[in-house]
């Protein structure tokens, strides 16, 4: 039967297009812990993919809803959480790296995304002894449809011979995986990637581009 879940939403509900007789969507405010609570009660897990606008200056976002997130999953007697995240996040990991220098410091605001996510780990590190979290470590993402590739793991800040792109799906696929498997990333924040051939990386990025052209017409 698959799983059973609950989508939370930051405002309208009816904004999810998607319905499944598992599926129950509700609003919730990520900021605050006595929000989600209720919410998380009676489930096993909770899944985050939580992302936010790149700001100009340092935020806080990140480390702000995680920790919502945490305070709200104690009382609500769940243990299970994981949580999207990014290569890159420890700023000593990006030194000679082709694929941050070339492309993802030139983003405006990236920066500031990577070290609050960054912070956003040190919270679940500090919340071992009664949090199970596997945060995962993604490259640029992407539209494209899921693939049946191999999905490659390091523990580490980034995916030695993995491609700089990655469709969402890939990672879902992976997420949902490490909630059948709970104990093999637990307590861990590990790296993952796929691995293109130079072609598949060429036409992935061209289809990359024209997506995102399409928010600056």
Request: aromatic residues 8%.
């Amino acid at each position: 039967l698959g799983h059973t879940v609950t989508a939370v939403v930051r405002d309208d509900p009816r904004k999810v297009s998607t319905t499944h007789p598992n599926l129950k969507v509700v609003t919730g405010d990520v900021f605050r812990a006595e929000s989600l609570e209720p919410i998380f009660r009676d489930h096993d897990a909770v899944l985050s993919v939580l992302g936010f606008p790149k700001q100009e200056n340092p935020m806080s976002d990140f480390e702000t809803s995680i920790s919502a997130m945490v305070a709200a999953m104690r009382p609500a007697g769940v243990r299970r959480l994981v949580t999207i995240s990014a290569w890159y996040t420890d700023p000593v990991s990006r030194v000679g790296q082709y694929m941050f220098d070339n492309m993802w410091s030139k983003i405006p605001g990236l920066v500031h995304t990577l070290d609050n996510e960054g912070e956003m780990e040190k919270v679940l590190v500090g919340a071992t002894s009664d949090i199970d979290f596997t945060s995962v470590r993604a490259p640029t993402l992407t539209w494209d449809p899921v693939t049946s590739k191999d999905i490659l793991v390091q523990d580490a800040h980034w995916v030695d011979d993995g491609s700089g792109f990655i469709p969402r799906e890939d990672v879902a696929r992976f997420m949902l995986s490490t909630l059948d498997d709970p104990t093999k990333w637990n307590g861990r924040a590990v790296a993952i990637a796929i691995k293109y051939t130079d072609e598949e990386m060429g036409a992935a990025a061209v289809r990359f581009k024209e997506h995102m052209a399409m928010y600056t017409k």
